[in-house]
């Protein structure tokens, strides 16, 4: 009769552990597999007979030995469980995803629980490992902050020449302003201006200046470093932050955007349209009291460019 009994508790526990869909893992202290439940066979294609009392690192070398030790330490020895979430570590076993719905991802997004298992000495000599599928919440959050990041990026950019916008630009001035007020380091401003931009509109129409704006745009592109800030200050006018730049090298890329400029044209319908750009150009000095004192020196410079003549590179006083 106690042998019924037996039998019939070794089979409601294995009809227990094969239908819950999460995984069960139990470990010895030497990391050796005691328990692997159906969910880990179905995900691994190990059965339990090929893994029991094996070390569970010899078959997922993905699995940081060390890392994993030094995680599992507390539940052996102060008898406190141990989480791991995926935002940590995407999972700790390499399993595929095999649901429709996870299949965006490769591999399975998991959650770890490590439960301490106590003899009846009190020592805990094995572990649990609980290992949750959590592909859906962790693909439904990674698309969130993509799509939040997407929607960041937006708000900083122009929308047709995707430079920095104007307002974003207005903050980094701000920041550089300060920076250079506390380093006292060499860094320059530039501002720009298409030439004569109401008659290029006025005379091929506001497709054909959309087309010289998107053309001047990848012109500074092409002549500015990652580091560079350039934007679109306003219709046809533009800007840039160079930081750490003295202003002789800052004249020499003023100066390569003007001829760049000059050299390159549009097609509107069948028609070339050319232009040219006026800039003005502004280092840094301790003595501005603001960074709007700043940017107005180069505006300025800008505004004697063209007063001058236009299609010319002019520096602030």
Known sequence: MAVD????EMHWKHDLLGSIEVGIVVLDKNYNVQVWNQFMENHSSIVPGMIQDKNIFEYFPEIDEKWFCRKAEPAFTLKSPVFIIWEQRPYLFRFDCNRPITAQSESMFQNI???PLASLTGQVEQICLVIYDVTDEALGRLRIESLNKQLERMSR???LTELYNRQYWGEQLALEYKRDKRTDVASALIMMDIDYFKKINDTYGHLAGDSVIKSFANVIRKATRETDLACRYGGEEFAIILPDTPIENVEFVAERIRRFAE????????IEVSYTVS???????????SHTQWLDAADKA???AKESGRNKVVLAD
């Not at 009994?5 to 019939?8: F, Y």
């Not at 050299?263 to 069948?270: E, Q, R, Y």
């Open 5 to 8: 009994s037996s039998l019939a």
């Open 113 to 115: 629980t490590i439960f």
């Open 157 to 159: 950019l122009d929308g």
């Open 263 to 270: 050299k390159k044209f549009v097609i509107h319908d069948g």
């Open 279 to 289: 800039i003005g150009v502004a280092g840094f000095k301790s003595s501005y009291k």
């Open 302 to 304: 800008l505004y004697k």
